[in-house]
């Protein structure tokens, strides 16, 4: 097994990381295609993550969380059939794919991102601000490689995050996270209406630049 890439502890003990892991390997294993791309919203649901803290979080913060340890998760389970010749798990954005053991890139194409998810420490150093930051990127890329951008104007972006004309940027900030949290694709929601909401959210943002 993948030994942690951390010094930092990890925030579930070390037993239920690798009961986990095994529940999730299962969970791949017996999708009915699992050698198509599985999203991350189905491996996320079937696991049922709930992650218990005695800080309070936001529900994005929360959402982070169970997506860093999901993805932790998937490159120690990569490694694994990798080591035993069981198949080589392709993990890419928000989807997996288990493929032939014959058909393995070789695991450094993702040396960058598989060291990020084995290392607690990112983990724990996410703040509120990189979050909005990191999810901002995160959804530029996807826009940019699967969905052709929209082209908003003022009125429409309005209609979009439900504002008013004369919105306030705490207003326009509030209506944004409270409507991508719905249709975060995590959870069930519409991958183009939540890119739809983000370029909503940042024409309008250019009203307070």
């Known amino acids: 097994m993948v030994e942690p890439m951390t010094t930092y502890p990890p925030p579930l003990h ?14 791949i294993q017996s999708c009915p295609h699992a050698d ?6 189905y491996l996320s649901q079937r696991l049922g993550l709930k992650l218990q803290t005695d800080i309070s979080v936001s529900a994005d913060m929360a959402l982070f969380q169970q997506h860093f340890i999901l993805y932790h998760l998937l490159y120690r389970i990569q490694q694994d059939w990798h080591d035993t010749g069981a198949g080589y798990l392709h993990i890419a954005l ?4 288990l493929l032939p053991q ?40 996807i826009r940019d490689g699967a969905v052709t951008p929209t082209e908003l104007d003022m ?3 309005l209609s979009v995050l439900q504002l008013p004309d004369n919105f306030s940027l705490l207003q326009l900030k509030k209506a944004y996270r409270s409507l991508a949290l719905q249709q975060h694709p995590d959870r ?12 909503a959210y940042q024409l309008l943002l250019r009203r307070f630049s």
Do not use: C
């Open 36 to 41: 198509q791309a599985i999203e991350e919203a």
């Open 14 to 27: 070390e037993p239920i990381l690798r009961l986990l892991q095994h529940q999730l390997a299962s969970i």
């Open 102 to 141: 014959a058909a393995m890139l070789e695991l450094n194409e993702d040396n960058e991102r598989r060291a990020y998810y084995l290392n607690w420490q990112h983990f724990y150093s996410m703040t509120e601000q990189m979050l909005d930051q990191h999810l901002a990127a995160f959804w530029r890329y």
């Open 94 to 97: 928000a989807k997996v794919q």
């Open 188 to 199: 069930g929601g519409s991958e183009q209406q939540f890119i739809l909401l983000t370029e």
């Open 155 to 157: 009125v429409e972006a």
